[in-house]
């Protein structure tokens, strides 16, 4: 198994443009989470989907994030549009059953 | 939801010498889970504790769950360079099945 994975790696872009991250999670898991990470902030979670289905999205900041599970192999996050303050690193992670996160190589955000 | 803390905030340690992390919470943890970040990587599952008192071990590290499930603590025996990264624990709220994770210990190892 590749294990999840997100794209791209690195985006780079310009304050009030929209930025879509994308992610693959584990085969057979049923749980996927989105969670950013900065210095200041730690590990913070911003949504979380259960088959498909958004359970609890209390961490997305503010109306500009969305993110949508179509089906259970791929999802996105959506940033429109973006802030400088928006800069960090996004995880996207998968599971099985409240097992152990499988998390993805992350996504380094910078908005200029 | 239920918050961790969790301690020290940074550690320097010699190579070879041993290392500890603690996390505590207010409230009683259904189970709590391990995470090693390396520098630049992502977080990577450790192991996860799910009953009072439980103790666990992987190689030279050795996790406690404690007996009222509202700490938990991770120690490294003999350190090794490879063990530079951070080691967050992140507690499981039962019913909702989503992690909120600690603050983390950087742990450096000094050669």
């Known amino acids: 198994d590749a294990g999840v994975i997100q794209s791209p790696r690195h985006e780079v872009t310009e304050m009030g443009q929209e930025v879509t991250l994308r992610c693959k999670p584990i085969s057979g898991h049923n749980s996927l989470f989105w969670y950013r990470q900065t210095m200041m902030r730690g590990l913070e979670l911003l949504i979380y989907?259960?088959?498909?289905?958004?359970?609890?999205d209390s961490g997305m900041p503010e109306d500009r994030f969305s993110a949508k599970m179509p089906n259970a192999s791929f999802s996105t996050l959506k940033i429109q549009p973006s802030e400088p303050r928006d800069s960090a690193v996004y995880f996207c992670a998968s599971s099985f059953d409240g097992g152990g996160y499988t998390f993805g190589s992350g996504t380094r955000l910078t908005v200029v | 939801g239920q918050q961790v803390m969790q301690i020290p905030q940074y550690q320097h340690v010699q190579e070879g010498e041993d290392f500890t992390t603690y996390c505590n919470s207010s409230?009683?943890?259904?189970?709590i889970q391990w995470y090693k970040q390396r520098p630049g990587g992502h977080p990577v599952f450790l192991i996860q504790?799910?009953?009072?008192?439980e103790v666990k071990k992987q190689k030279r590290l050795t996790f406690q769950f404690g007996e009222a499930k509202k700490n938990s603590s991770l120690h490294i025996t003999a350190t090794q360079t490879t063990d530079v990264g951070t080691y967050f624990c992140a507690e499981d709220s039962g019913s909702a099945r989503q992690l909120t994770f600690g603050s983390g210990t950087q742990l450096t190892v000094l050669p």
């Open positions: 504790l799910v009953k009072s008192g």
């Open positions: 989907f259960n088959n498909n289905v958004p359970i609890d």
């Open positions: 409230t009683t943890l259904s189970n």
